[in-house]
T-cell receptor, first 111, second 115 residues
Framework: AQSVTQLDSQVPVFEEAPVELRCNYS??????LFWYVQYPNQGLQLLLK??????LVKGINGFEAEFNKSQTSFHLRKPSVHISDTAEYFC?????????FGAGTQVVVTP | EAGVAQSPRYKIIEKRQSVAFWCNPI?????LYWYQQILGQGPKLLIQ????????DSQLPKDRFSAERLKGVDSTLKIQPAKLEDSAVYLC?????????????FGEGSWLTVV
């Protein structure tokens, strides 16, 4: 079965600073990778996904992620965060159409 | 376009009682999922439907959990009897079909507290 590991459980960051959230995946076949965001008391919202093609994927709200096959990674980045980016972020891999999620990374943005 | 609708949003019950959650997916979406998200963890798939048939229920605790999607549209997830460890958010999600690259859309969740 395919799986993902999120390497950081919590990432504190100052407003307007860059942030990187790390995600490694395990798969021996073609892989489809996703990043979702969960704001407090809400469901999950898709930020971006990688299916194939360009390894740099751009998503909503200024986020982007880079697929690295040799390092089996799919790290999420934003060059300048806002207070409103405070949320939990989940990396996921599609396993026959079902999402397998990592444990999540809590991002806390402070002024 | 309307998103995935879930109700109730919040429920508090005593252990050994029963509870039911309802979900209405995005119109035209054939695939429906129920996920369980325990505080501090990532969502875990409980069951996947394709139209009105079950595709995967391998992680559904069938001694107490049941789910149905009789007409291939909305779905109900039931827990009977509830245990303390069932306290979680139950997320319903839907996608156009089972293709691996499809976006899966989530509802806002039903928060269950078992006391």
């Amino acid at each position: 079965a395919q799986s993902v590991t999120q390497l950081d459980s919590q990432v504190p960051v100052f407003e307007e600073a860059p942030v990187e959230l790390r995600c490694n995946y395990s798969s021996s076949v073609s892989v489809y990778l996703f990043w979702y965001v969960q704001y407090p008391n809400q469901g999950l919202q898709l930020l971006l996904k990688y299916l194939s093609g360009s390894t740099l994927v751009k998503g909503i709200n200024g986020f982007e992620a880079e697929f690295n096959k040799s390092q089996t990674s799919f790290h999420l980045r934003k060059p300048s965060v806002h207070i409103s980016d405070t949320a939990e972020y989940f990396c996921a891999v599609s396993d026959w159409g079902k999402l397998q999620f990592g444990a999540g990374t809590q991002v806390v943005v402070t002024p | 376009e309307a998103g995935v609708a879930q109700s109730p949003r919040y429920k508090i019950i005593e252990k050994r009682q029963s509870v039911a959650f309802w979900c209405n997916p995005i119109s035209g979406h054939a695939t429906l999922y129920w996920y369980q998200q325990i505080l501090g963890q990532g969502p875990k798939l409980l069951i996947q439907f394709q139209n009105n048939g079950v595709v995967d229920d391998s992680q559904l605790p069938k001694d107490r959990f049941s789910a149905e999607r009789l007409k291939g549209v909305d779905s109900t997830l039931k827990i009977q009897p509830a245990k303390l460890e069932d306290s979680a958010v139950y997320l319903c999600a839907s996608s156009f079909d089972r293709s691996s690259g499809n976006t899966i859309y989530f509802g806002e969740g039903s928060w269950l507290t078992v006391v």
